[in-house]
């Protein structure tokens, strides 16, 4: 399913249906930024985002333009701005060669940090389901532009030992 942009920290409590502390912290540390955090959906979110498990794949962008953007239109679910098999897009111009009038509009912000995708976590296991109590950390879904290193600065031991890499997932 896709991620979905927004442009406030505040927005994150409209989309999930809870925010630890643990997530908190997270958010304090890396939004606006690279990192794309997993949590239950609020049951009332109505979007069709595919099949996401009940799930919201939500990241706070760094660039100034995607900023104002979110300010206007609300929380956006978006994709890579890349051919299947591509590398993603890392500025207007490379995403405009690659996917050409396929797209109507194009939104020149600079280039992306790096050119490094988002980091993901799945936080879910944080949030109590119905009677059952949080039952575990962060898994790392997807490593990219926030390092396990910085991760665990923030989660301790909530980091999980072991990551599953999504490949293809922004």
Known sequence: PPPVLIGTKETLYALAESVPEPVQRLVDAFWPGGLTIVLPAQPSLVWDLGETHGTVAVRMPEGRVALELLAETGPLAVSSANLTGRA???????????LGDRVAVYLADGMS?????STIVDATSLVPRGMQLPTGGVRILRQGAVSRERLEEV????????????????
């Open 155 to 170: 989660l301790g031991d909530l980091l999980g030992s072991g990551a599953v890499i999504i490949a293809g997932f922004i």
């Open 113 to 117: 940090k790096d050119g490094i995708a």
């Open 88 to 98: 993603s897009a890392i500025s207007a111009f490379d995403a405009e060669k690659m």
